[in-house]
């Protein structure tokens, strides 16, 4: 059972490019998220969807976009890239959006550089 | 809005002494609370959580959680620590936000334990 599978692990942009990062689960999980973990920062919540077809915006989502067309993938795009984007991103899932007794499983992230 | 605080970077310990890592919350309504550590180069993992119920929780790897409402304290205790602990811990909180609800993490905290 592979999980939550994000590509690639490592990238490098130059500022203007723009790339997807790509996430995949096989838990047949209705939630999914992208998180983006800065020094100091913690984890902070860029987009999230609460299943096919439904996506919604979270703390810092602009230079983003997400879509979900499959239960499976959530990939992440960034449109025109901004050194300030330089971070660790990670996909997460859980059973549900609206159980509270539903943890999230990680990706192992996707470390992004900006130049 | 819901919060987590995580009062220290990094908490130091001696192997087969007890540890604590401490996390307070600010929320409206019930606390749903987390705890994920997060190794070198890896997602997040799931330790535990406080829903309802005892506020002794029990989670993995030996992990436990106080949780104490009248000092909005959730605070992540282990008996004896061991070299293996050592990661980056993140308290959460979770919270309904009308389409789903979402997690919000603290800014971590580097547990180091030494021999």
């Known amino acids: 059972n592979a999980g939550v599978t994000q590509t690639p692990k490592f990238q490098v942009l130059k500022t203007g490019q723009s790339m997807t990062l790509q996430c995949a689960q096989d838990m047949n999980h209705e939630y999914m998220s992208w998180y983006r973990q800065d020094p100091g920062m913690g984890l902070r919540l860029i987009h999230y969807?609460?299943?096919?077809?439904?996506?919604d915006q979270g703390e810092v989502p602009n230079g983003y976009n997400v879509s979900r067309s499959t239960t499976e993938d959530f990939p992440l795009r960034l449109l025109s890239a901004a050194p300030s984007q330089t971070s660790v991103y990670f996909c997460?899932?859980?059973?549900?959006?609206?159980?509270?007794?539903?943890?999230?499983?990680f990706g192992n992230g996707t470390r992004l550089t900006v130049t | 809005a819901q919060s987590v605080a995580q009062p220290e970077d990094q908490v130091n310990v001696a192997e087969g002494n007890p540890l604590t890592v401490k996390c307070t919350y600010s929320?409206?309504?019930?606390?749903?609370l987390f705890w994920y550590v997060q190794y070198p180069n890896r997602g997040l993992q799931f330790l535990l959580k406080?829903?309802?119920?005892?506020?002794l929780v029990k989670g993995s790897y030996g992990f436990e959680a106080e949780f104490n409402k009248s000092q909005t304290s959730f605070h992540l205790k282990k008996p004896s620590a061991l070299v293996s602990d050592s990661a980056l811990y993140f308290c959460a909180v979770r919270h309904d936000t009308g389409t789903a609800s979402k997690l919000t993490f603290g800014t971590g905290t580097r547990l180091q334990v030494t021999l």
């Open positions: 969807s609460v299943g096919a077809g439904i996506t």
């Open positions: 997460a899932s859980s059973r549900t959006g609206s159980s509270y007794n539903s943890p999230l499983h």
């Open positions: 929320v409206s309504g019930n606390p749903y």
């Open positions: 406080y829903i309802t119920g005892d506020n």
